[in-house]
């Protein structure tokens, strides 16, 4: 298993908790879990127009409200990283019912979206990963207006440790052509269409950004003898370890290794943190948008840990790399 996933992310907020009346525009959710008595959940939307935020537990209940632009899928995260999707709408109220020690049998009702949802939980529960993607296949050509098709399109199809970017292409086209005015759905069959061309012999992506000091990062810079870009965060104990063997490529090869580091996490201090206890001495891009951090998105990544090898001219020499492999990788190139 290579890591945890995230959608599957840890994040940091505000913690709030919110009154009992509300803006009837607003959407609602109430809950209780048994056996979670005290402590902090986390929420954050799969599209990210939904920002980033804490839900308080106190005394096995919860109370979350928030105004929402346009329906769309939000994906609580419980502290064993297991996550749970629900469909927000405004001027909607759910209801959230399970057990900590079963959490993948919680039930949302209150809505005929969530609803449907949860019947498609509670019947791939015991499935294998094959089948709980043909189910998912099946929904999305079932349903494919439902904000649920776009969560399951993002989590069996494209956030996996093997993402089929052309069955996800098929799918996506789908759901463009069912709500041909979401604008969103239609920049993501896009970025398919081009991320599904990053394969080895390929032609690293161009792209700038800047990292956790403020300092210009751009795709120009890397024409070292081999180039790393990596994907890593503070939670992840495999891409921690990936990092920790870059640390000790970079000190062996010095300028004939080139390497930059995407961290996932929500919080740029807890990335800060991670990056001096590791001495992590190369630059570092955290703005706290995991997974819809631009330059991130431009570059393919969809899964934790992954990393990008390429030679000096920009070509993609290799994807995914385990430590192991990283090491060898990076050996040939330098000493060809």
Known sequence: MRGFRFPLLIVLSSLLF???GGNKQTFRMEGSFKGFNQ??????????????????????MFRYETM???????????????????????????????????????????TEENKLLTAFRLQTNEQTPP??????EQFIKDHPASPSARYLLRKHFIQTAEPNLRKAGELAAIICKAIPEDEQ????????????????????????????????VSSANLKAKANIITLWASWNYESMGIQRQLGILKERFNDDLQIVSFCLDASVKDCRKAVERDSLKWSNICDGRMWETPALRKLGFSYLPDNIVTDSKGKIVARGLNARELRSKVEVLINE
Request: aromatic residues 4%; hydrophobic residues 35%.
């Open 68 to 110: 929402l632009d346009n329906p769309t899928t939000l994906v609580i995260v419980f502290p064993n990283f297991s996550e749970l999707p629900v469909v927000g709408e405004n001027a909607t109220e759910v209801t959230v019912e399970g057990d900590a020690t079963h959490l993948k049998e919680t039930k949302v009702s209150g």
């Open 131 to 136: 089948e709980v993607t043909k189910a998912a």
């Open 18 to 20: 919110l009154s009992c």
């Open 39 to 60: 402590g902090e959940l986390y929420i954050y939307s799969v599209d990210g127009t939904h920002k980033l935020d804490t839900i308080g537990v106190a005394n096995g």
């Open 185 to 216: 759905m239609a920049q993501l069959a896009q970025r398919l269409k081009e991320v599904e061309g990053l394969k080895e012999n390929g032609k690293l992506p161009t792209f700038t950004t800047k990292d956790i000091d403020g300092k210009s």
